[in-house]
């Protein structure tokens, strides 16, 4: 379809800069960790502190209705773990010692999110000046969930890898510029594989692009050969890799789907989306 996603992997859960730092339950003391909290640079503090906050971010997860915007809490608790996951992606020495002290209950969401973004760095990047990056408030995690379940039924692509595209393409329709090839909307489709399998679509619209993407990927045999039809959508073998990583780990515990969602949106180091940043 074309060469590497338009988005640098992440999320924009699209809150208030000045957003209170309550209690994640009735009756505990420990805050909410602030945007610019501190992450440990030792690698059993580090696997703690990880633990520890995913633990909390699940919990406030089970109390979110996913139609409705992200709350604060889950929004700075995931922003904290996903600091803490990139920079494990990125610091491969810290981050392998520190995966193998994570607990057991959080280790496999944390190794399958830190392969995830190893292998889409290592996609190179496509030729041509990048475009500036626009973001914008992306569709609910309710509306989008449902997307899936029905481009799923349809075309037989399982909703997770679907979602998986979603976020590597554009942070679930939350960056909205188009790529250096020209590519568009939350699926970064080109103009003529759009025409070809939009059904008549609007290629910006994210109940049509996840449709869309379902058809092109069962066109290209999803049903039989599921990493051939990713390799047809992005040829691109790690890109292939990360989606997996990603759709399995949604798929084990749809709350991996929700922290994702709620993560923010980076372009290079900078973060662009979340607590203390502009709202789009």
Request: glycine share 8%.
């Amino acid at each position: 379809m074309r060469r590497a996603p338009a988005v640098l992997l992440a999320f924009a859960a699209l809150v208030p800069a000045a957003a209170a730092r309550e209690s994640l339950e009735p009756g505990l003391t420990e805050p909410l960790p602030a945007p610019d909290a501190a992450i440990p640079r030792d690698p059993a503090a580090l696997a703690s502190t990880l633990t520890v906050t995913t633990r909390r971010l699940r919990a406030a997860i089970d109390g979110w209705d996913p139609a409705a915007e992200v709350p604060d809490d889950v929004t700075y608790l995931a922003l904290y773990q996903q600091r803490m996951l990139r920079l494990m992606g990125s610091s491969r020495r810290l981050g392998d010692a520190a995966l193998a002290r994570v607990a057991e209950e959080v280790r496999g969401e944390a190794r399958d999110t830190v392969v995830a973004r190893r292998r889409l760095a290592a996609i190179p990047a496509s030729p041509g000046r990048a475009p500036r990056v626009k973001v914008a408030a992306a569709a609910p995690a309710a509306v989008l969930r449902s997307a899936y379940a029905e481009a799923q039924r349809r075309f037989g692509v399982d909703w997770s890898v679907l979602a998986a595209v979603n976020f590597v393409e554009s942070a679930f329709g939350r960056v909205r510029s188009a790529s250096a090839a020209g590519a568009r909307g939350p699926m970064q489709f080109l103009p003529a594989t759009w025409r070809r399998y939009g059904m008549g679509g609007d290629i910006d619209d994210p109940h049509d692009a996840i449709l869309g993407a379902a058809n092109l990927l069962e066109h290209a045999g999803a049903r039989r050969d599921l990493d051939g039809a990713l390799y047809a959508y992005n040829h691109s073998t790690a890109y292939v890799g990360a989606v997996r990583r990603f759709a399995a780990r949604m798929r084990a515990d749809e709350r991996s789907f929700l922290a994702y969602y709620a993560w923010q949106v980076y372009v290079g180091p900078r973060r662009v989306t979340g607590p203390g940043t502009p709202h789009p």
